[in-house]
């Protein structure tokens, strides 16, 4: 037997459009942790012009790939595809929740200055 046979299928109007607002998103995240599509790439297994063509909607994300990007980022797989959670649920805001994860890869001397930092801060702001 040859090779697999891999068929390319053009992408309609509404993917193109879901895969836009999709690597829209994947980049505004990205680059609120601070990370270069190079980071990114590194952190998830694949090469940066891989990222690349995610962010600007030439390429479909696999859906196998959700739960990485989404973890990768700190956000749930709902918020990294755009659906809205039910109304009535609160939560910390993504740059919080995207801050927190960032504070649990500290060192533990370090989670701990940020910790005492913001009891000051919240102490002061209690008065």
């Given at each position: 037997?040859?090779?697999?046979?891999?068929?390319?299928?053009?992408?309609?109007?509404?993917?193109?459009?879901?895969?836009?607002?999709?690597?829209?998103?994947?980049?505004?995240?990205?680059?609120?942790?601070?990370?270069?599509?190079?980071?990114?790439?590194?952190?998830?297994?694949?090469?940066?012009?891989?990222?690349?063509?995610?962010?600007?909607?030439?390429?479909?994300?696999?859906?196998?790939?959700?739960?990485?990007?989404?973890?990768?980022?700190?956000?749930?797989?709902e918020d990294l595809i755009g659906?809205?959670?039910?109304?009535?649920?609160?939560?910390?805001?993504?740059?919080?929740?995207?801050?927190?994860?960032?504070?649990?890869?500290?060192?533990?001397?370090?989670?701990?200055?940020?910790?005492?930092?913001?009891?000051?801060?919240?102490?002061?702001?209690?008065?």
């Open positions: 037997m040859g090779a697999p046979i891999h068929w390319v299928v053009p992408m309609t109007q509404d993917e193109k459009g879901f895969f836009k607002a999709l690597g829209a998103r994947i980049a505004e995240l990205r680059g609120g942790l601070g990370m270069t599509q190079q980071q990114f790439a590194d952190v998830l297994g694949v090469t940066q012009q891989v990222i690349g063509s995610y962010e600007i909607g030439r390429r479909r994300v696999p859906v196998s790939a959700l739960p990485a990007l989404a973890r990768a980022l700190a956000v749930s797989v659906e809205s959670r039910q109304p009535g649920k609160r939560g910390p805001s993504p740059k919080i929740q995207q801050q927190l994860e960032r504070i649990t890869q500290l060192p533990k001397p370090k989670q701990k200055f940020v910790m005492e930092m913001l009891d000051t801060v919240l102490q002061q702001q209690g008065r």
